[in-house]
């Protein structure tokens, strides 16, 4: 899964923006195809969104409270403030969509780990099983 999910991301030729927060900007310029590559380009994502909508009337509003603006606009009859909104709304939904693409990556990076790990773990028990049992019992009586 670790493989294909990998590859995946890679053929989508995405690159981790130059202006990254995430680790300082420890993944800026990095393509895409890893779990802390897809996690930088998830937050750089929020920041992008975020940005747009500082200092304005929807900053912070989720895709929901702005669709409550957009019928309370078209209600007062403001279709230019109407078309505003729904532009922001259509952002914060785009980045909502892939910011969820991308953490679902994320999440299969860190099933993949689990898996992985608790194999080794269970071989390592399965070998101290196998030197236990190949141990002889001398019984006295």
């Known amino acids: 899964m670790w493989?294909?999910?990998?590859?995946?991301?890679?053929?989508?030729?995405?690159?981790v923006p130059a202006d990254s927060e995430f680790m300082g900007g420890a993944f800026a310029g990095k393509e895409v195809?890893?779990?802390?590559?897809?996690?930088?380009?998830?937050?750089t994502i929020r920041q992008h969104a975020t940005a747009g909508a500082e200092g304005t009337v929807y900053e912070d509003k989720t895709y929901v409270e702005l669709g409550t603006m957009v019928r309370e606009a078209q209600g007062a009859g403001d279709e230019a403030l109407a078309e505003e909104l729904?532009?922001?709304?259509?952002?914060?939904?785009?980045a909502s969509f892939l910011r969820a693409s991308l953490f679902t990556s994320v999440v299969s990076f860190g099933v993949s780990a689990l898996v992985m790990g608790l194999g080794v773990v269970l071989a390592f028990i399965g070998a101290a099983f196998l030197k236990l049992a190949s141990k002889k019992v001398v019984a006295t009586a």
């Not at 493989?3 to 690159?15: F, G, P």
């Open 3 to 15: 493989a294909t999910v990998s590859n995946q991301l890679a053929e989508e030729r995405i690159s």
């Open 86 to 94: 729904q532009t922001c709304r259509n952002l914060v939904m785009d």
């Open 33 to 43: 195809k890893g779990a802390l590559t897809a996690y930088a380009q998830a937050d």
